[in-house]
């Protein structure tokens, strides 16, 4: 099992610059297949750009930092 608290670090790190660019993000939950789900809020929640921060920012540092997320998904 995934430490969901370990997620949440990582996200809090990311959170920041997200807030800068009046969006935000919020942790769901993590799947016993290693997927954590997110939610995007404010402005990021309509951004066409949010999938590719996504993947390339939160997605990237969490699987850098917990060698066990597979992948992030935005719910």
């Not at 951004?47 to 597979?70: H, Y």
């Amino acid at each position: 099992m995934i430490d969901e608290k370990k997620i949440t670090k990582v996200i809090e790190e990311v959170r920041p610059s997200l807030q800068a660019d009046g969006g935000d993000i919020e942790f769901v939950e993590v799947d016993q297949s290693g997927v954590v789900k997110v939610r995007l809020k404010g402005a990021c929640s309509g951004c066409p750009m949010s999938q590719m921060t996504l993947k390339n920012g939160v997605e990237r540092l969490l699987k850098e930092r917990i060698p066990e997320v597979k992948s992030v998904e935005s719910v």
